[in-house]
């Protein structure tokens, strides 16, 4: 199986400390955001309304023909796709445009959006990367992230894309936007899992205690993968995504 000025807040009776003017401070000679954990944890957040909880990936199909069937074999499909394609594929890319988005390299950011999206194997995978995207860069916008603003209407926007826009944006390094990146793909794998097989929410924080350590790996292998070593090599992955889209009875769009 593949693997802050003060305001008086009379209302509520209490202050309100708004933002320092400058988002940085200095520790020694790096940069720190004194939120970029905090947005982080806003960015991998399940109510982010991004969509998520729309997709499985294809668990839906490997449950109904019973290639997964159980905590173990739920946790041996998701640590397979999460070790042999996100961190080949959907983490080096996301490195690289966490990159190009530091330089202001927008034709960077483009080629690898697009990229990302041809790399998906159905049309249910890239109209998946494609809803996630867009989603996504309306909660930018909303947020006040103005580059996001062009992003909702191109057909090359992914998921990937504003995930590392928002990043950037919010002073989070690139080795941490790749493992919340990983973990919330992971966590999302999981709560499909329990909904589609009868494990209780105990079985899927044990699956999620047994990718964990796994993920800061995965990552730093990640980061020596070249440019024409992005690749996936799931296989049954690709197939149960296909099956999928003509499977008679679903619950979720992927």
């Avoid at 047994?210 to 790996?217: L, N």
């Amino acid at each position: 199986m593949d693997k802050v000025r003060h305001e008086t807040r009379p209302d509520v009776g209490a202050r309100f400390i708004e933002p320092a003017a400058t988002d940085h401070f200095q520790t020694g000679a790096i940069n720190c955001a004194p939120t970029a954990l905090i947005r982080l944890c806003q960015l991998v957040s399940p109510a982010l309304p991004v969509g998520a909880y729309h997709f499985s990936q294809g668990l839906e199909f490997a449950v109904h023909e019973n290639w997964v069937f159980d905590e173990d074999t739920a946790c041996e499909w998701i640590s397979g796709i999460a070790c042999n394609a996100i961190g080949t594929m959907d983490i080096p890319i996301l490195l690289r445009l966490h990159d190009a988005w530091r330089a202001h390299d927008k034709e960077t950011v483009r080629r690898w959006s697009q990229f990302l999206i041809a790399a998906r194997e159905t049309s249910e995978l890239r109209a998946e990367e494609r809803h996630m995207g867009k989603a996504l860069a309306k909660v930018l916008v909303e947020l006040e992230i103005d580059a996001a603003h062009e992003w909702i209407v191109r057909d090359h926007t992914s998921y990937g894309a504003m995930f590392s826009l928002a990043a950037t944006c919010w002073s989070i390094e690139r080795i941490d936007t790749a493992q919340a990146y990983l973990w919330a793909w992971s966590e999302n794998q999981v709560l499909a899992a329990l909904k589609l097989l009868p494990i209780g929410q105990s079985a899927g924080q044990r699956i999620l205690n047994r990718i964990i350590p796994s993920i800061p790996t995965i990552v730093s292998h990640a980061l020596d993968i070249a440019d024409d070593d992005v690749c996936i090599a799931t296989p049954s992955h690709g197939i149960a995504s296909a099956r999928h889209e003509t499977q008679y009875s679903r619950l979720f769009r992927s």
